[in-house]
T-cell receptor, first 111, second 112 residues
Framework: EAQVTQNPRYLITVTGKKLTVTCSQN?????MSWYRQDPGLGLRQIYY???????DKGDVPEGYKVSRKEKRNFPLILESPSPNQTSLYFC??????????FGQGTRLTVV | AQSVTQLGSHVSVSEGALVLLRCNYS??????LFWYVQYPNQGLQLLLK??????LVKGINGFEAEFKKSETSFHLTKPSAHMSDAAEYFC??????????FGRGTSLIVHP
């Protein structure tokens, strides 16, 4: 089954404690992206990747890092999380002629 | 650069009434356009998409949208709302090779 898998689904952490949210897709898609969803703001793009070892900033990249060492994986790293990064995060992937497929989301709370 | 504007953060209709969710876009190239739906505590699911060809696009659950280049619009409609249509709806635009840019979303409320 074609899917994008994010882990964990829910995470509560403390300010400053490094964390990683994993994202994996099994569709051999070139493009992957991370979004955060906040009430009234819709989905805002954090980072995206056009292929292995190619990443670029989206609209709200501050406080986040990503890596794309393998085509299927695109982890999101928060080196020093802060409360304003409390949000719902979505990973997405897309092939050249397909729509974007989304993971189920990761609800992050930073206290 | 591409962008999407969804008019109305909330739309309220009665069950059985017409649903109209508005979306306007800007894109420097002929766009790909999408509508996604998000049910509570779930991820985003594709409703329909326009890439090329016929400007009236039919999607799942009885929804359809019409691409109007002259108006830079891609409004979503459904002739008769059902209670199960209550959800958040997102319009998105993509200039072909990139991950789409989303609007802020419209919450559809359906009254009995």
């Amino acid at each position: 089954e074609a899917q994008v898998t994010q882990n964990p689904r829910y995470l509560i952490t403390v300010t400053g404690k490094k964390l990683t949210v994993t994202c994996s897709q099994n569709m051999n898609h070139e493009y992957m992206s991370w979004y955060r969803q906040d009430p009234g703001l819709g989905l805002r793009q954090i980072y995206y990747s056009m292929n292995v070892e190619v990443t670029d900033k989206g609209d709200v990249p501050e406080g986040y890092k990503v890596s794309r060492k393998e085509k299927r994986n695109f982890p999101l790293i928060l080196e020093s999380p802060s409360p304003n990064q409390t949000s719902l995060y979505f990973c997405a992937s897309r092939g050249m002629n397909t729509e974007a497929f989304f993971g189920q989301g990761t609800r992050l709370t930073v206290v | 650069a591409q962008s999407v504007t969804q008019l109305g953060s909330h739309v309220s209709v009665s069950e059985g009434a017409l649903v109209l969710l508005r979306c306007n876009y800007s894109s420097s190239v002929p766009p790909y356009l999408f509508w996604y739906v998000q049910y509570p505590n779930q991820g985003l699911q594709l409703l329909l998409k326009y890439t090329t060809g016929a400007t009236l696009v039919k999607g799942i659950n009885g929804f359809e949208a019409e691409f109007k280049k002259s108006e830079t619009s891609f409004h979503l409609t459904k002739p008769s709302a059902h209670m199960s249509d209550a959800a958040e709806y997102f319009c998105a635009v993509s200039d072909h090779g990139y991950i789409p840019t989303f609007g802020r979303g419209t919450s559809l409320i359906v009254h009995p």
